[in-house]
């Protein structure tokens, strides 16, 4: 069988330039690719095993909800619906919503394995499970080092003895702990520390991977380790877990750049400006960034958070001091140039306290990030302690949104 090759559509496919596809007798396509092999990494026994299972949410369909089963107490524990999470399989089977081009697409032959980093802090047990069978079931073996949970100061019951009952049965699953809430950075930055293999690939405990979806991720990073790839995020429903479609933020990186890049910096607190600290780091250090459309992960977006913020922490938005202008977040998306523009007020609920001041540098470069407030751009330029166009400031907003999630995590 010859499988025809669009090579116009997927920007992604481009990259890679022609293949050239063939056949070697032994049941795997191969092509090359600039003198580098390639081969079709799907796992067909698997997708057709998927294709046949039927039931309830099977191929990322929505639960059929009933009444009773929707209101509030449902979602409360984790900000989505843990009765239909537990109602559906664990292993349930998702559709390939890839566009047509990733479905013959082929990847280096060699690539790097990788360590799967999951932070957890009170994650419900299905929904973590799910993550786990979806990762084994939709990865090639040889690829994955090490799934290492951090758990992240958990106190439910089930994230304990049990866990670790369950994980014996996944000689890849290591799990560790923080000895006091850290936060999703510093529990990611565990995770990192004790990781062994090539590339570090962050995930967060309420994923479904979708088929094929590592291969498309480490290629990138073999072709240049200096890349951050983020897989598309697809939307899974926090109330019946259909999957529409949606962009987001998981990502995977060469685990020596990483720390190169100095990692993330230890001082964000429980979420918020990561994205931009590594963002910009990346930027500033001729790395690329890469959306990989052929890479799906699947996401529960909560209703609401369900667990408690520490005060005093931050739902960050970086703004310049000089320019009183703030990265512009739909411009800090990945791979895209970062801008800064106006800061959009949340109507009357934006406070100013505890604001960070801070210039955003590079240890190796020695550059630090400085800003044009006349044309709104962002640029590196040689670190200087009194530019003001340098300092940057993490600011707390929306303190009655954070009332909120403590309210819900509380009652
Ligand atoms: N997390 C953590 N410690 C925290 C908060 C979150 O380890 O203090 C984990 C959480 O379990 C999840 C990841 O970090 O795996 C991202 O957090 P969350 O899913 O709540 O953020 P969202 O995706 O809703 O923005
Ligand atoms: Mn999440």
Known sequence: ???????????????????FPLGLGDGQFYAWTNGLRRKDWHDYESIQKEALRSGKGEHGKPYPLTEEHHDDSAYRENGFNIFVSNNI???????????????????????????IIIPFHNEGWTSLLRTIHSIINRTPESLIAEIILVDDFSDREHLKDKLEEYMARFSKVRIVRTKKREGLIRTRLLGASMARGEVLTFLDSHCE???????????QIALNHKTIVCPM????????????????GLFAVDRKWFWELGGY????EIWGGEQYEISFKVWMCGGEMFDVPCSRVGHIYRKYVPYKVPSGTSLARIRNVAANLC??????ATGTEL???????????????????RTLFHPVSNSC??????????????????????QWVFEHINMTVLEKFNHHASS
Not at 265 to 268: N, R, Y
Request: aromatic share 6%.
């Open 1 to 19: 069988m010859h499988k025809t090759y669009d090579v116009t559509t997927v920007v992604e496919w481009m990259i890679t330039s022609t293949t």
């Open 339 to 357: 801008r800064l523009d106006i800061c959009v007020k949340d109507g009357s609920e934006r406070t100013w306290s505890h604001e960070q001041d």
């Open 233 to 248: 995020i697809d939307v899974i429903d926090h109330n019946h877990f259909g999957s529409p479609v949606m962009a987001g």
């Open 265 to 268: 910096d230890p001082g964000l």
């Open 369 to 390: 990030m400085d800003c044009n407030p006349a044309e709104k751009k962002i640029f590196m330029a040689r670190c200087d302690p009194l530019s003001e166009t340098q």
């Open 89 to 115: 399989a664990l292993e349930r089977s998702l559709p390939d919503i890839r566009h047509a081009n990733c479905k013959h697409k082929m990847y280096l032959e060699r690539l790097p394995n990788t360590s």
């Open 209 to 219: 991977v979708n088929v094929n979806w590592l291969p498309p991720l480490l290629n």
């Open 327 to 332: 990265v512009d977040s739909k411009h800090g």
